[in-house]
């Protein structure tokens, strides 16, 4: 009685184990037919197109009979090494696919695993887990939440968003990782995954659009940083799938602003990300930046504005900016660092090109903001092939003088016009109320002028003493009246 009983239990798992291998093939071709009716098919259809886009991770999975090689994905991605202005550029980072930790994801009535490369690409369904593995339940769920948000900016959850309310959801999504540093990590690796085998021109640029203000706020953990700069790599050139999106341009951009970042942190101050430092971040890869780009891009980039000005016109302006609050008079001007919410906001009016004089009333500020510019240019004031030379004459005053001569003229005349600057300082009337003398000055202001081309912080630290030497050499002994000084805007 038990063995017919159990053999009839037997026959009817082995039918709907059967059923699931061979029912749903059908079906899908069922659910595809949908689209056109038998009547307008034709006879003899040609072979289906390649593949233009990605399944979601969900859909595929959830059809048992797939093994994990026929499962539709994306193109495997490999390393390149693209030309940017003539140029072979050096690979970096890591496959974003090594980062060992992703969170497990599974699907399906049989909870299967989904795998790396169908986790990292493009979905359309949301997610039950994050992306990267926490103990953290509260972050569990706001990194859930936080993906729903990125698929609205995107548009690729049901449901439109008006275009004004883009930069608020925007606002929303970096405020959160603003808030908690745990999902900072979370919100690029979702980036990269809604960024990779997206062929919806829109949806990829707003992903990108992400990308781009996100890095204006904060960068990877040191964890992350090498697979998330692996992953802008791979697409820094420009690629037949990127259609009517210039991903390229982003890439470029968001590569630097990890390398940057990473130098000098996350945006400081009490105050979480604005609206406005949102619209500015959104645009800055299609626009030089004042702050972070080299002498002659922004030379460039004032070729119309301030066409007779043989100076960026930012350094004359804060120059003039601190004389008229009267800094040379200010105790610890240069030291004392401005309230860095008020030098972030004077950043963000300067990038705009302009300096509203009547709002400012500390002269800190300007002097903070003048000592950022010159320290995120993209290559030092003295350029780092003169670096050593400097170093082993910072006692040999006709050497450091005689060297001085031989930098680029751009570099030249910025030079002299900033220790022109700097010699207002340290005239003995203002020394006493400033209590900065030349030693100060030099202190503050070497890292300004040079930059260690190493990463060796013992070698750093060892070298910072020449550094100011060498900058103290050039306040003492450098004829700054051969050169005609440079007049302000």
Request: glycine share 4%.
């Amino acid at each position: 009685m038990h063995i017919p009983m159990f053999l009839k239990f037997a026959g009817f798992l082995f039918t709907c184990n059967d059923v699931c291998l061979h029912s749903r093939p059908a079906s899908m071709k069922r659910t595809k037919s949908k689209s056109k009716s038998p009547a307008h098919a034709p006879k003899n259809p040609p072979p289906p197109p390649p593949m233009h886009k990605t399944v979601s991770v969900d859909t595929a999975l959830s059809d048992k009979s797939s093994s994990p090689s026929s499962i539709p994905i994306a193109p495997p991605l490999h390393l390149k090494h693209p030309m940017v202005g003539g140029a072979m550029l050096t690979a970096a980072g890591t496959p974003l696919e090594a980062f060992k930790d992703l969170e497990t994801h599974r699907t399906g009535f049989f909870r299967k695993k989904v795998t790396i490369a169908n986790m990292l690409a493009w979905t359309k369904d949301s997610i039950k887990r994050p992306m990267i593995i926490t103990r953290d339940k509260q972050q569990k769920k706001e990194a859930v939440e936080l993906f729903k948000n990125v698929q609205q900016y995107m548009g690729d959850r049901q449901g439109k968003t008006r275009v004004k309310e883009l930069d608020k959801l925007a606002l929303t999504i970096c405020s959160k990782c603003w808030e908690k540093k745990g999902l900072r990590d979370e919100l690029y690796i979702q980036l990269c995954r809604q960024t990779t085998g997206n062929y919806n021109p829109k949806s990829l640029e707003r992903g990108w659009e992400l990308f781009s203000i996100a890095l204006a706020f904060y960068p990877p953990t040191i964890k992350f940083r090498s697979y998330l700069e692996g992953f802008l790599w791979k697409r820094v050139e420009p690629l037949p799938e990127n259609k009517g999106c210039p991903v390229e341009v982003y890439a470029q951009y968001c590569h630097k602003r990890v390398e940057k970042m990473v130098q000098s942190g996350a945006k400081r101050g009490l105050k979480k990300p604005s609206l406005e430092e949102v619209n500015h971040a959104k645009s800055a890869p299609f626009h030089p930046p004042v702050f972070g780009a080299s002498l002659d891009e922004v030379m460039e980039l004032q070729g119309e504005t301030h066409p007779h000005l043989p100076i960026p016109w930012v350094v004359t302006a804060l120059c003039d900016v601190i004389l008229a609050l009267k800094g040379p008079q200010t105790e610890g001007i240069f030291r004392v660092p401005g309230d860095i919410d008020e030098v972030n906001a004077l950043k963000l009016k300067v990038e705009k090109g302009d300096i509203p004089m009547e709002s400012l009333k500390d002269p800190h500020v300007p002097a903070s903001l003048l000592k950022l510019w010159f320290r995120e240019l993209e290559e030092p004031l003295i350029p780092e092939e003169y670096y050593e030379e400097c170093i082993a004459n910072c006692n040999h005053p006709h050497n450091a003088v005689s060297l001085v001569d031989s930098l680029p003229e751009l570099n030249k005349q910025v030079l002299f016009f900033l220790l022109r600057f700097l010699k207002n300082f340290i005239r003995p009337e203002n020394i006493k109320k400033t209590k900065m003398g030349l030693e100060n000055i030099s202190m503050v202001w070497a890292p300004n002028f040079l930059r260690c081309p190493s990463d060796d912080h013992t070698l750093i630290f060892q070298n910072t003493r020449m550094e100011m030497a060498f900058l103290r050499l050039l306040l003492k002994h450098l004829d700054l009246d051969k050169t005609p000084p440079t007049s302000s805007p």
